[in-house]
């Protein structure tokens, strides 16, 4: 349950608090220090790098220039400042990648559960590091690969948070490189199926319903912050937070449970499919049946 204190925090101010309080720690600097230099009061301070106010931008670059952030620090607040009257929060994915998206690590990082589908693919946080190789098909693959690896490691720290990854058995039988690529991956998924911190559901064939047809999207859970939803679009990542669009997301979640394998049948599941690919690892991809 989020905290009434916290019920109109807007994921813009999030972004400008929560990248003051980065440079600030960065630079070795605790925040008693920074309000002093900024002739704060500790208590304003606490609030602005906890989103809990509007962090005007002119204030929050007079913090940056104190604790001697990088250009990149001033841009992420300039994007977000010029983004705060929107109704959603933009993110190029240039250079890095979408596993670099700042906002959408940071997100992830305070989430008490993480909820991904997507339809074609399986998710990111779940991708081996060959399955990603080839699906991220550009110049800057390399780079792209690691950021995804390096994002992944969230799924090591200690029993913090629940995952669940709502999978649609066609993105599964969609070979992504070869038959082996694929057996790979798919034990990488039932293995994951089996922890406890993880929930892997398959979504059958052929069910019917449009919930589940649609486009990607990651539900992020907060213990204090309002949940945030996460579209991954070619060039660019929309993180929203408004009731009345996390509301939809929260309907598509709903539907899609009640379409999809139970847990432990999902993982079975997983399991055969491993198996049948593994028969067919090496063969061309025209010719298993």
Known sequence: MVSESYLGVRIHDRVVGGTVGEARVAAGLGRTEL????????????RLEEGLRS??????????????????????????????DGDLLAHRHLPAGPDAVWMVLRCESEASAVIVFDPTAVPSLAQTREYARVLLDTSDAGAWVEARMHRQRILSEPLTREFEFLVPEAALRAVVGDHGVMEDQLLRLAELAGREDVTVRVVPAGTPGAAWSRGQFTLMEHDSYPTVA???LDTASLL??????????????????????????????????????GKRRGMNVADAK
């Open 35 to 46: 309000a002093a230099a900024m002739g704060w009061p500790r208590l304003r301070l606490d």
């Open 55 to 84: 962090f005007p931008v002119d204030d929050a670059c007079r913090c940056l220039d104190e604790v001697g952030a990088p250009p990149e620090f001033y841009d992420r607040v300039v994007e977000a400042d010029w983004q705060a």
């Open 230 to 232: 996460h579209l991954e």
């Open 240 to 277: 929203l937070d408004r009731p009345d669009d996390i509301a939809v997301y929260r309907d598509r979640v709903h539907s899609i449970r009640a379409a999809a394998l139970e847990g432990e049948r999902s993982r079975e599941f997983l399991y055969d499919l491993t198996d049948w690919y």
